[in-house]
């Protein structure tokens, strides 16, 4: 009798022998991974996870990631909180204003920080220079973004305050239009937003001087991790954008050419942006600070009601994160 007439001989062998091709080892190893979805904002401050997606470094980890493009951090968070994703793309500013309402979310790293993403675009013929020239102008924004922080900040340098000028809460995608159509007379637009209006044929534009006046923060967000798949899932992800960054540092032109791929973007913007932009996996004190700081704008502004600024140390989970790169962490 051979070892075939016995069924558990017969797997074990078969088992073996499918281990042994590599085809059948993934698929094997595949069916055991994680399914999840990201929300992940359109624009080049995602690029982590599109070099990722390219580069199979989320295949490599252990989880099975569907990105699901998202127009803004702020609809990101959005999906994420409503269970439309496990998984987001988020700015400091989206994460600040939400903390003052919820707390069931987490940040769990920073992965990039610019300076410069954020811009004030006018028309050229309006004769608006500096923050005063902006009193009485209808100035077309995301709220509860970062935009709105930004052009906060700008004024306030001015003396102007926010009640001085006329807000228009306008979808990112729809803010140029509103400029080409003058609607409002100035935009708070993000890339790629913001190059696409600045150089839109249709119209002469020029920027307001804004640079290194907020550094903007991207940030993976989840709802809170309470079990060990979703601790799981959170290290895969940051695990596979560590590679991605470090893919970033290494082959800069080949990771534009990715980006350029995936958001159908052409070469002289990614040129345009990519020096704003630094890439790195953290969860440190400068978070926390611009975290409470716009906090404490928001508050003081009316924006919500509540007085007291969070703990923000309550809504950040840096256990996955401490597992890739624990010199990243220094919140504590």
């Not at 793309?89 to 204003?97: E, L, P, Q, R, Y």
């Not at 790293?109 to 675009?121: C, E, G, M, R």
């Not at 932009?277 to 409470?292: D, G, Q, V």
């Amino acid at each position: 009798m051979t070892i075939f007439h016995y069924p558990f001989l017969r797997l074990s062998l078969l088992t073996v022998v499918c281990l042994l091709l590599p085809a059948c080892q993934e698929n094997i190893e595949s069916s055991d991974k994680i399914s999840i979805k990201i929300s992940v904002s359109k624009t080049p401050l995602s690029a982590p996870f599109f070099i990722a997606q390219e580069m199979k470094y989320f295949e490599k980890s252990c989880v099975k990631v569907t990105l699901d493009k998202t127009i803004g951090g702020k609809q990101s968070f959005e999906k994420v909180v409503n269970g439309q994703a496990d998984f987001g793309t988020s700015s400091d500013s989206v994460i600040a204003f939400n903390s003052l309402n919820r707390n069931d979310f987490v940040t769990l790293t920073t992965f990039v920080q610019s300076d410069n993403d954020v811009k004030i675009i006018t028309l050229d013929d309006n004769n608006i220079h500096t923050s005063k020239d902006l009193v009485g102008k209808r100035i077309g924004v995301v709220k509860g973004a970062a935009g709105e922080y930004l052009l906060s900040t700008y004024l306030a340098i001015g003396g102007v305050d926010i009640n001085e000028v006329v807000i228009q809460d306008i979808a990112p995608d729809k803010l140029q239009q509103a400029l080409v159509e003058k609607e409002v007379e100035v935009i708070v637009s993000w890339e790629p937003y913001a190059y696409q209006s600045i150089h839109n044929s249709e119209i002469k534009t020029k920027l307001l001087n804004t640079k290194n006046l907020y550094t903007l923060s991207f940030n993976l967000i989840s709802q809170r991790l309470n079990t060990q798949s979703q601790s799981n899932s959170a290290k895969c992800i940051i695990d596979a954008l560590h590679k991605a960054i470090n893919y970033i540092a290494a082959e800069p032109t080949n990771s534009q050419n990715i980006l350029i791929k995936h958001l159908e973007l052409d070469q002289a913007f990614i040129k345009w942006l990519w020096p704003d932009y630094i890439f790195k996996l953290s969860l440190n004190r400068t978070l926390m600070m611009s975290l409470e700081s716009q906090a404490q704008w928001a508050i003081n502004t009316g924006m919500v009601q509540k007085r007291n600024i969070p703990d923000y140390n309550k809504i950040m989970d840096p256990r996955p994160l401490e597992q890739i790169d624990r010199k990243a962490i220094t919140i504590k």
